[in-house]
């Protein structure tokens, strides 16, 4: 039934009720004017917020996509309102993967969404996403190339980011989009040298390698101070009567030429220097590799010796790893032989390496041999001959020629083990060493005729064509030396002319002219007879050759000019070749490049800029520092404050005892004849650290924000405390005395404001009867009654002297500042009446340490009887938990009587997740499955810290360990106490002192990791605020935020 309606429209008749009619006659314009109204249709449901329309909308869609309709036009719509809608997403992995998804999309029609999706994920909060928007730049430009102007503002804002997450894929959209912008990086050059030790490693490669270039275009070569010494010690040798002798003229010609200052390298060449330098260590090979060539390139003479030693290190890699390093070794020992010699072993060869490995381990002990080393590395080429590998045999050859070529004095020592190779079985390890013999023979012909000879004799036996025509060519260039021998070789040349390869050919032909010229004699017939078999020749190489070896060697009727000069031509003397290394003009291309690896410039290769003649305004990299003011309403708050304390109590302020010991009075005393009361003191710490005295003023604010009652009782009771809390026993007071006088003022001053926290009682401590007051010295030995710590333990200032000075430790007065207030869970029903046939179950969170185990969560099960019959037998069965989760059992209630509840208490390690803990509850006669479910407030245990120490591990849970989110506060719900209630009923967590009145700090542990969970809430004017939540379990963390913003919000 459903087809007919798609079959007709398809045939053009009728489509469903309330539906339009299309007809095919594209003259019509029908098509077009009715499509055009439905897509705005859709266009305009798509741009709602009610997620029906948006769900109809799509059905739509793809209703007209089934029926082959073009919709193309409705993509950026669908784009824009259903895809980007996740980039507004609370969470900042589904911000992040929303934009990552939305930039692979490679249709240019949505490129505009995809810039604003950019720049607003550029400034996004968190770090994680920024640097999604980093790496969604390079993908934008490459689809719309125009888009550049715009990608370079949000790569300039994304580069002042001071997130190490942020700055290695900032680099690399710079290199990718606008690497010729050097002047972004001025203003950034510092704090990217700075925080390259913690970027990732990825980033830290492409930061070095954009450094790298800069420097080169920004700061003057280090060499120059090498080179100026070195023409300064040449004049120096000549006397100084020379340069008297020069006259005035010379004396003209130096007033000309600029004077040249003698090299200073620039702070920030060193800064980046030092701060690479550690990265040497690292555990990533393209790390190393990357500081590596930067200090090739950048660094003096002197100091670049430091990277062999991380170069050797990484060839007990990966054969990969070692191949790269081997590259550049060999090509940084051309020029720096002397940095890789005392690691000379370390480019031995193992009989488990590759060929490739092989080869380049040669190409580096050939370019590190020197007149010193030299028996040691033939020795080892002695052996490698031996090999069974080929190839490498080969390249041993070559190395071995090398070495003769470079250091004369071995050159005859290898000549003669060349020859004795003439005699090996294998023939590719005699025609090898005949091409290297021809090569050394060129050096010394004279000398070594007995040798030509030798090789003359192995035309026979030689099959290889490289040998082959290596040994004609020796024949024909020194045929002199072997007068008899050379005719007779081109006669079995001759016979066998025609099944030779080509390059021996040639050869032949180079010989019969070389012979024809001085021996026309005996090989004149010879000579003809190859040059008519040459004549015919299928390679149209040889038939040239021959018509013009003709042409100049046999005499005309004619006779040409050039025939005259023959000799010249044939029999010129040659230099001998000079054998180099292959990699000697791989220096041009920057170290560890692909260029530089395949000796080829790769698509996208940057050339290494040359360093400058003169240096550039160095100023353009200096940053203005904001300075930091005191705020006005800060000093006004201090000058009202001051007068709190009597001069006599100094910088200590309640913290201090008011009975001081004499000597420390005496010392007090001493002290003063400088300084006069506490202003002076006190303005001297301001000088010394403004943060503390601020941090104090603002503690102070903190407790005049208090309801009214409190704060007037609170201002009468802190100067009387100090005579109050003076302790009963004389040592005490004078041993805590003493120590009070050794402490600094800023030891002093940093723990004022936890002291003046931990001072406030709750007014039950009125009400409780006197107890023993606790000394000081033993509070090793001091445990709270019935609240054990949480382990890990709750963090405490370590100056815990300095902070309680003065301070009754009594339990009624301590036991309440550690309990926290109840769970707003409250109550809940584990098994009902009727399901437990009478029995009723119910547990709480009590927030109570678990005694058995500190990771688990303590529960309270209250069990009631509604049944007319005892219950006998209450006990756990079996569980059934998910992996990591543990119960502890509560013991068996014998027998529980009608009318009659019980309490029993066991503890669940949940194993920080919020999984139920499924567990069977029995009886005598009955088992019940029961589960409970904790909130994830009820997974954490509350820490007790300072301010400071508050900041410091928040610092450190930054980046994807932060969520932060928006809110509206309810008119209800902007009271402090409202407030701190609300967030601590929510999560088990404790207040930390903050010192400002419009900010709340919270913190707590999770109780099987130990995780810190950090919660910071930020209240705004017109009830707006901000709830941040900073912890290692991101999970936790995003549940956390949204149970708080609950509570807050109702």
């Not at 934009?99 to 607003?120: C, D, N, Q, T, Y």
């Not at 997450?165 to 203003?187: N, Q, T, W, Y």
């Not at 025509?469 to 008899?484: D, K, N, Q």
Request: net charge negative; glycine share 4%; hydrophobic share 35%.
């Amino acid at each position: 039934m459903s087809a007919a309606p798609a079959y007709s429209e398809d045939k053009g008749g009728s489509a469903g009720p309330g539906e339009p009619e299309y007809g095919h006659d594209p003259a019509s314009g029908g098509i077009f004017s009715s499509d055009y109204k439905r897509h705005d249709d859709l266009k305009e449901m798509l741009d709602t917020n009610k997620d029906s329309l948006k769900l109809e909308a799509m059905k739509r869609i793809v209703a007209m996509i089934a029926r082959g309709k073009n919709a193309s036009d409705l993509f950026p719509a669908v784009v824009k309102n259903v895809a980007c809608k996740n980039i507004e997403d609370p969470n900042q992995l589904i911000r992040a993967s929303a934009l990552r998804v939305l930039s692979s999309i490679r249709v240019p029609i949505i490129v505009p969404i995809m810039m604003l999706a950019i720049k607003e994920a550029a400034s996004d909060m968190s770090p994680y996403v920024r640097k999604t928007a980093a790496h969604a730049i390079p993908k934008l430009y490459s689809l719309d190339s125009d888009q550049k102007d715009q990608l370079i503002e949000v790569i300039e804002k994304l580069l002042a980011d001071k997130t190490t997450l942020v700055a290695g894929s900032v680099v690399m959209a710079f290199e990718e989009v606008c690497p010729e912008r050097i002047d972004l990086i001025h203003k950034n050059y510092r704090k990217l040298c700075n925080l390259l030790i913690d970027v990732e490693e990825w980033g830290q490669v492409v930061i070095i390698s954009m450094l790298t270039r800069y420097a080169r275009t920004q700061f003057l070569s280090p060499t120059q101070n090498e080179s100026l010494l070195e023409e300064n010690a040449e004049k120096a040798f000549y006397g100084s009567e020379e340069d008297e002798a020069k006259g005035a003229g010379s004396e003209e010609t130096a007033a000309a030429a600029p004077a040249r200052k003698p090299y200073i390298m620039d702070p920030d060449h060193r800064l980046l220097l030092r701060n690479t330098k550690p990265l040497l260590q690292s555990r990533s090979a393209a790390v190393v590799m990357a500081v590596a060539q930067l200090y090739f390139h950048l660094a003096p003479k002197a100091e670049v010796g430091v990277i062999a030693k991380a170069l050797v290190r990484l060839l007990r890699s990966h054969s990969e790893v070692q191949y790269v390093v081997l590259q550049n070794v060999a090509t940084m020992s051309i020029k720096r032989r002397g940095m890789f010699e005392p690691y000379l072993k370390s480019f031995y060869i193992r009989s488990t390496d590759p060929t490739q490995i092989k080869i380049l381990k040669l190409e580096v002990l050939t370019n590190l041999a020197n007149e010193t080393n030299i028996p040691t590395v033939l020795r080892e080429f002695q052996t490698y001959i031996r090999s069974m590998d080929k190839d490498f045999v080969a390249a041993t050859i070559q190395a071995i020629g090398r070495c003769a070529t470079n250091i004369g004095r071995v050159r005859d020592t290898c000549l003669n083990g060349l020859v004795q190779l003439l005699s090996n079985r294998d023939e590719l390890v005699v025609a090898e060493s005949v091409v290297v013999i021809k090569k050394l023979l060129q050096m010394q012909p004279a000398q070594h005729g007995e040798i030509i000879k030798h090789l003359a004799k192995l035309t026979d036996n030689i099959q290889v064509p490289m040998a082959r025509a290596s040994i004609l060519w020796l024949i024909g260039e020194y045929c002199e030396h072997v007068p008899r021998i050379a005719p007779d070789v081109l006669r079995k040349m001759a016979k066998s002319f025609t099944a030779e390869e080509d390059i021996v050919k040639l050869q032949v032909i180079n010989l019969a002219a070389k012979l024809y010229l001085t021996n026309s004699k005996q090989t004149k017939l010879l000579t003809q007879y190859v040059l008519s078999l040459a004549k015919y020749d299928q390679n149209y190489d040889i038939r040239d050759r021959a018509r013009f070896t003709r042409q100049l060697i046999v005499p005309s009727e004619q006779g040409g000019a050039l025939s005259r000069h023959a000799k010249k031509l044939f029999l010129a003397p040659k230099p001998a070749p000079v054998l180099e290394s292959s990699f000697k003009d791989r220096d041009h291309f920057q170290l560890g490049s692909l260029s530089h690896l395949l000796n080829a410039k790769a698509t996208g290769y940057q050339e290494l800029p040359d360093w400058p003649e003169e240096a550039p305004d160095p100023s353009v990299r200096n940053v203005e520092v904001p300075e930091w003011t005191k705020c006005s309403n800060r000093e006004k708050r201090k000058e009202k404050e001051k007068p709190f304390y009597s001069d006599s109590e100094g910088e200590s302020g309640p913290t201090e005892s008011a009975d001081s010991d004499p000597e420390s009075e005496s010392e007090s005393d001493s002290k003063s004849s400088s300084e006069s009361g506490s202003g002076e003191s006190s303005s001297e710490s301001d000088n010394e650290d403004q943060d503390e005295d601020e941090e104090k003023g603002r503690g102070s604010e903190s407790e005049q924000s208090e309801e009214d009652g409190k704060r007037k009782t609170k201002k009468k009771k802190v100067p009387e405390g100090k005579g109050e809390a003076s302790f009963s026993d004389e040592d005490s007071d004078s041993s805590s005395s003493t120590s009070e006088s050794e402490m600094t003022s800023e030891s002093e001053e940093e723990q004022l404001e936890p002291a003046s926290w931990r001072r406030k009682t709750p007014p039950s401590s009125k009400r409780a009867p006197a107890t023993k007051e606790i000394s000081l010295l033993d509070l090793e030995d001091f445990t709270p009654p019935s609240v054990q710590p949480v382990s890990p333990p709750a963090i405490v200032s370590t100056s815990l002297a300095a902070d309680l000075e003065g301070l009754t430790l009594t339990d009624s007065t301590l036991v309440p500042s550690l309990l926290s207030p109840v769970s707003r869970v409250g109550r809940q029903e584990l098994l009902h009446r009727v399901a437990g046939e009478g029995l009723v179950v119910d547990y709480t969170f009590s927030r109570q340490p678990f005694s058995g185990d500190p990771h688990m969560v303590s529960v309270h099960i209250h069990f009631s009887n509604s049944s007319d019959t005892p219950i006998k037998g209450l006990h756990v069965g079996t569980p059934k938990l998910p992996a990591g989760i543990s119960i502890q059992e509560f013991p068996e209630i014998e027998s529980l009587a009608p009318g009659e509840s019980a309490t029993a208490v066991m503890g669940i390690n949940f194993c920080d997740s919020t999984q139920a803990a499924n567990f069977q509850l029995c009886t005598q006669t009955r088992q019940f499955y029961v589960s409970i479910q904790p909130p994830v407030g009820e997974l954490m245990a509350p820490v007790f810290m300072s301010e400071n120490e508050f900041k410091k591990e928040q610092g450190k849970l930054m980046g994807m360990n932060e969520i932060t989110e928006k809110l509206m506060l309810p008119d209800a719900c902007r009271s402090d106490h409202i407030v701190v209630q609300k967030v601590t009923a929510t999560a088990n967590l404790g207040r930390v002192p903050c010192g400002t009145s419009d900010e709340y700090r919270f913190a707590g542990r999770t109780l099987t990791s130990g995780s810190l969970v950090l919660l910071t809430l930020d209240a705004r004017p017109a009830g707006a605020a901000q709830l941040t939540v900073n912890s290692e379990k991101m999970v936790i963390g995003t549940m956390l935020v949204k149970d708080v913003i609950q509570a807050l919000t109702q």
